[in-house]
């Protein structure tokens, strides 16, 4: 088993370090604190500033049954130049795809700043032998993914079963070698912020780098009020052990004033150290477009039809 | 090349995310240079006169009248004479008036909104989401009580008391305007409202509104000025006195009413304790502990201003309500983005620096966020004290401004004895994840109102008023009716 880092209490595992107890989170409270961040008015420069880093931190993502080398081509191409015309415009993090088109995406990106992320697990559900998730797991890193999001066991976690989905995510850590992993907790499944919290302690505990919200595979995913719990436990790990843990929302985030929304809970959460696609991503498809249309706004005056923005 | 093109030129992009400033547009609102008395639904010239102005900047805004006894006397008189055809209407027309002043408030709420934060320093973002919405909504409620009298208070013939004489404070001036008018109002009364000498503008752009619903002239009138206004109305010929204010101001006029017959009701000051127990949510509470206390800049006579923590988790919330202060964004009462906004006058100022200074000299450690204050105007950083003994001034009188006390407590039994231990007793707040503590420490707080896992919650549905020095009678729901019908009522 890997060096684990730390452990919270109640999950009667062999390691006792310090990590913030796992309290408990008020929904009516917390949902009036997201509505209240929400309502952040962010205009001119400092919404630039805020369009510019949501392309920096975007995870273009395409995870589609139907995605071919071609089609992964295409999104690469978009992420390491998301609008031709305008070379101000920087590339995204990294771009996410099955294990299959890993090497794909890994030699189109070659060169650029961009990185390829491989969803692994049994993506989306997580319902397979540990064995065939490692497996897959160390298939992707072998075809050249720099970061791995893995999904929790939803069924082992709503059982009551944490020593489990803690296992799992220690042994998918070590088959990472050096990518870097994303813990998706697939928040819609949880059912209770309380449960979010939860999870988001128990993945970090054992050893993500990231916790990421969910698959985008089901209805009803990224949340604002869902984003600053995750925040907060992060934000409690690292007043504990000064442990950085990244942040990935996932899901529905289509619109450029939605992901302004979420930067603010990162900026007014976490503080400006977070605000580098190092520890903040966005999972999305297309939420790129919108913002590349809302840069050409602020720097033009006037909005342009959707035809001057490609689609891939 | 654009600007933005420059920027990007100079990479690396810069660190710090600083928000834009994201003002609300102030030409909404028309001021008059001069405002008269509002008497009889008409404008009177008045005798004397002051300046009132914006405490952001010290701008002056605009004169108003300083009512004369005389004038106050007149304006009774006129509310009296409207008095007969008033309550005379059935209670379903009054209630149409009442309903038609409600939507006008809504469909202006921006104007008042921007004047409110003019004219009072709150942030807009308060003004808009939290004091125009409920003013609005206690008009539409108290419009639903008003031909329903007979089945609020069965077999008691309630019946208007007459003039009621209503003096409000400077922290909700629209909406204690509504609290006032819009129950006396179904209940068939007419009124005369002096609005506080500071924030004197809503109310009288309120006229605007009476006079647009077309209310019957001399039921809504409005007189401006300072204490000696309030005063002559106290003395004039009034059915019953409503005041909402200080605890020294609320006993002399409970001393001078005595014996002459005029009901009275006072919310007065308070000094709540907003107890925070270990199991509690800590991130939420102390999201509630901040709204409790930096809420419209800590200027609520229900604000958490003593907290107590449970000790086994004082240093925790202690060091989470400091990190979320310094992200408290105090500035320009019209930005969107402002949190906490500025101090209402200069004689409220000098309080809190009064008091202030009080608690460093008692040996309580201060804290206050970074935050750059305007030069002008009235400002007073977000302050907490730790360390603060029970014995403390600033643990025992009320400060009205956005400073917090922290005290610790070991044991719910503890709590409830700290907490209780106050000549006031307005509100209290609990936060705790159990359910029956909850019901436990509210049977044994000794204050009206006792919010749970949340704070500075207001319905028009629900009574609010206080124990002991903060106060007698209730406003809100069906209680506040009571205080203005006369007949076996209360």
């Given amino acids: ?312 | 090349m654009t600007e933005v093109e420059k920027r990007r030129g100079a990479a690396p992009v810069p660190r710090d995310w600083t928000y834009a400033p994201a003002p609300e547009s102030r030409e909404i609102v028309a001021l008059h240079e001069r405002y008269g008395l509002f008497v009889g639904g008409e404008w009177l010239e008045p005798t004397e006169t002051y300046t009132t102005v914006s405490p952001a900047d010290e701008e002056p805004l605009a004169t108003v009248a300083q009512a004369t006894p005389a004038e106050v006397t007149h304006a009774v008189a006129v509310a009296r004479e409207a008095f007969i055809d008033w309550s005379a209407l059935p209670g379903s027309e009054r209630a149409k008036y009442l309903f038609r002043i409600a939507r006008i408030l809504q469909e202006r709420s921006r104007e008042f909104a921007v004047l409110e934060s003019l004219n009072g320093g709150k942030p807009i973002k308060e003004s808009r989401d939290v004091d125009l919405p409920l003013a609005a909504a206690h008009f539409f409620y108290y419009a639903g009580w008003a031909d329903k009298l007979e089945y609020a208070f069965p077999n008691r013939e309630p019946r208007p008391l007459g003039v009621a004489g209503q003096i409000i404070p400077w922290n909700f001036p629209l909406l204690m305007l509504a609290w006032k008018i819009a129950p006396a109002l179904a209940t068939g009364n007419t009124v005369v409202l002096k609005p506080a000498e500071t924030t004197p503008l809503t109310a009288l752009l309120f006229c605007d509104v009476v006079c647009q619903a077309e209310l019957p002239p001399g039921v809504v009138n409005i007189v401006t000025g300072d204490g000696a206004a309030g005063a002559a109305l106290v003395d004039a010929d009034v059915d019953k006195i409503a005041f909402t204010g200080s605890t020294e101001v609320g006993k002399a006029i409970q001393r001078r009413l005595a014996g002459t017959g005029k009901k009275l009701t006072l919310e007065l000051g308070g000094k709540a304790a907003n107890i925070v127990f270990d199991d509690a949510a800590i991130d939420q509470a102390v999201e509630g502990i901040v709204n409790g206390i930096y809420f419209n800049q800590g200027h609520v006579c229900c604000a958490g201003s003593r907290l107590f923590v449970q000790e086994s988790v004082a240093e925790a919330v202690v060091d989470k309500l400091k990190r979320r202060m310094a992200t408290l964004r105090v500035g320009d009462p019209l930005d969107k983005n402002t949190d906490v906004g500025a101090i209402n006058s200069r004689q409220q100022l000098d309080k809190i620096e009064e008091l202030v200074a009080a608690g460093r000299a008692e040996g309580a450690e201060i804290y206050q966020p970074p935050c750059r204050l305007p030069e002008r105007g009235y400002w007073f950083a977000p302050t907490v004290f730790t360390n603060v003994a029970q014995s403390y001034r600033i643990a025992q009188e009320e400060i009205f401004g956005p400073v917090l006390s922290v005290l610790t407590f070991r044991t719910p039994d503890e709590a409830v004895e700290k907490a209780n231990n106050t000549p006031y007793g307005l509100s209290a707040g609990v936060w705790t994840e159990k359910g029956s503590r909850i019901l436990w420490m509210a049977e044994r707080l000794r204050a009206g109102v006792v919010w749970a896992n949340t704070y500075n919650r207001f319905d028009p549905a629900s009574p609010f008023g206080g124990y002991k020095e903060s106060g007698f009678g209730r406003e809100g729901g069906r209680h506040g009716l009571a205080p203005y019908l006369a007949g076996a009522v209360q």
């Avoid at chain 1, 400092?46 to 071919?68: S, V």
């Avoid at chain 1, 970090?204 to 869902?226: M, N, R, W, Y």
């Avoid at chain 1, 498809?285 to 923005?309: C, H, P, W």
Wanted: proline share 5%; charged share 25%.
């Fill in chain 1, 1 to 312: 088993m890997v060096q684990t880092p730390a452990l919270p209490a109640e999950f009667e595992l062999p390691l006792k370090l310090r990590l913030p107890r796992t309290g408990a989170v008020d929904q009516v409270a917390v949902e009036a604190r997201a509505g209240e961040l929400a309502k952040r008015s962010i205009k001119r420069d400092a919404k630039l500033w805020a369009l510019d880093l949501a392309i920096r931190c975007c995870d273009l993502t395409t995870l589609e049954g139907q995605d071919t080398p071609g089609k992964v081509a295409a999104l690469c191409s978009k992420a390491i130049r998301p609008d031709p015309t305008d070379p101000g415009v920087p590339s995204v993090a990294a771009v996410c795809v099955y294990p299959n088109l890993v090497a794909v995406a890994k030699e189109r990106v070659a060169g650029s700043s961009v990185k390829v992320a491989s969803v692994a697990t049994a993506f989306p559900s997580g319902q397979s032998p540990i064995d065939v998730k490692l497996r897959e797991v160390e298939d992707a890193v072998a075809f050249g993914a720099d970061e791995i999001d893995m999904v929790i066991d939803r069924g082992a976690f709503l059982s009551g079963r944490y020593g489990q989905v803690y296992d799992e995510i220690v042994r998918v850590k070590e088959a990472c070698g050096g990518a870097h992993l994303k813990v998706i907790l697939e928040v819609a499944e949880l059912g209770t912020y309380d449960n979010v919290r939860r999870a988001s302690l128990l993945a970090i505990a054992a050893g993500a780098d990231f916790i990421k919200t969910s698959t985008g595979k089901l209805p009803g995913a990224a949340t604002l009020p869902v984003h600053l719990v995750m925040l907060e436990a992060i934000r409690d790990v690292y007043d504990g052990t000064g442990r950085r843990i990244g942040m990935k929302p996932a899901g529905g985030i289509r619109a450029s004033k939605n992901a302004i929304q979420y930067l603010v809970q990162v900026h007014e959460t976490l503080g400006p150290d977070w605000l580098t696609p190092d520890l903040y991503r966005i999972g999305a498809s297309s939420l790129v477009n919108d913002i590349l249309m809302q840069i050409r706004k602020e720097k033009t005056g006037a909005y342009q039809s959707r035809d001057y923005f490609t689609n891939d």
